[in-house]
């Protein structure tokens, strides 16, 4: 089955700085990749996702790149902000009529010190 | 629009004892999922539904039991708890098609002494 590795586990980085996560699967084919993040005591909420047939998606200061030869995606932030202080899980999934199901990352607890 | 509702947020357990969790979806989505997160491994996926009245296994399924009855809740039932079920649950839907994002509820802490 797919297996997905994120890092780095922890990541502590200073208001207005950039913060990068990065996460590599096995199974190609794979063709939905997705990141949530997770606020203590909530469920993870989808922040931006990209399909296989897309190298790069940007969502204002979010942006996500897949490169599917080498079979890794990352999550880039920039002018990170306190708010942006939580765990973020990077997912892989096969979309098809069986559903989205997704395999996760670790995680990664981002820090955003004043 | 309440998404997607667990009940209960919190339950102890003894050894040996069962307890359903249940999910609840107001998006009309097709299908519905149960993850345990447990520290340092992410989330898995026990369970999973592609429609009213049907259940498939996921990744660590051992233990665990669902039922699909109503296209709006997915049942978690464990018959007889073990510690090592010890976690944080969530349940999750999502559309059929080409939007594929996956809705999360708000969690249910088990703790099984």
Known sequence: GENVEQHPST?????GDSAVIKCTYSDSASNYFPWYKQELGKGPQLIIDIRSNVGEKKDQRIAVTLNKTAKHFSLHITETQPEDSAVYFCAASILTGGGNKLTFGTGTQLKVEL | N???TQTPKFRVLKTGQSMTLLCAQDMNH???????QDPG??????HYSVGEGTTAKGEVPDGYNVSRLKKQNFLLGLE???????SVYFCASSYYGGKSEAFFGQGTRLTVV
């Open chain 1, 11 to 15: 990541l502590s980085v200073q208001e």
């Open chain 2, 2 to 4: 309440a998404g997607v």
């Open chain 2, 30 to 36: 097709e299908y519905m999922y149960w993850y345990r």
């Open chain 2, 41 to 46: 491994m992410g989330l898995r996926l026990i």
């Open chain 2, 80 to 86: 007889s708890a073990a510690p090592s079920q010890t």
